[in-house]
């Protein structure tokens, strides 16, 4: 009996399966605090599609957005050569502080252009961590900041324990939402006190 040309074909190469989970970077200009805090939060919410990196060049927050611009061009070409989705990134954040950095306003328009979110704290990134415990104190010096921090964070300088921030983030949210909320009311979004790190989080936790 003659054999059948029609032979069963094997299935072609299947097309990477594209994770619906977003691929986010967080470049942080902070080397411990910042790194610290977020990693703890993308564990606790079991994220591995997030990645925290902290920047290679500190100084200037342009140097921060230039760096993330080319990070995530880099993730596109990868993603390209390799014909898998799943290795570029969907968004690319930056978290800094305002400090005595000039020309933010410069900065938030490059990032715009580029695709880039920010996560800014005026006056620090320690902002953030206080409203995990209370309210904001009003318009401070970073220094007055830490100082009102350590009250709850007993002998703070910049390395932290995550456990001790655990779940107040959800407080934190709204406590730092209000303050954004009141800037913008008064026609200076990004004022001091205010942190853009709830939005941050809240990307996060969506991808949960």
């Keep these: 009996m003659a054999k059948s040309r029609h032979r069963d074909r094997r299935p072609g190469r299947r097309s990477p399966y594209r994770d619906p989970r977003r691929m986010i970077l967080v470049l ?3 080397t411990k605090t910042e790194p610290q805090y977020l990693s703890g939060i993308v564990n606790s919410l079991k994220n591995p599609r997030v990645s925290i990196q902290i920047a ?3 100084g200037v927050p342009v140097t921060l957005i230039r760096e993330a611009k080319s990070l995530k061009d880099a993730s596109r070409q990868l993603a390209e ?5 799943n290795l570029a990134y969907d968004a ?3 978290v800094f502080d305002v400090d005595d950095h000039l ?3 410069n900065v938030k328009e490059m990032a715009r252009d580029n695709g880039i979110e920010l996560a800014i704290s005026n006056p620090c ?3 953030w961590l206080l409203l995990h415990f209370r309210e904001s104190p009003g318009m401070q010096h970073r220094q ?4 009102l921090l350590r009250q709850n964070v007993a002998g703070y300088v910049k390395d932290i324990r995550f456990d001790l921030f655990a779940g107040k983030h959800i407080d934190a949210k709204g406590r730092a939402r209000r303050l954004d909320h009141l800037a ?3 026609g200076e979004p990004g004022q001091n006190p205010t942190t853009g790190v709830y939005r941050l989080i809240e990307a996060i936790e969506a991808e949960d």
């Design 28 to 30: 942080t200009e902070g």
């Design 56 to 58: 290679k060049q500190h």
């Design 81 to 85: 050569s390799a014909k898998d989705h």
């Design 92 to 94: 690319v954040w930056c």
């Design 103 to 105: 020309g933010i306003s």
């Design 125 to 127: 990134f320690e902002l």
């Design 144 to 147: 007055k900041i830490v100082e």
């Design 184 to 186: 913008d009311a008064c």
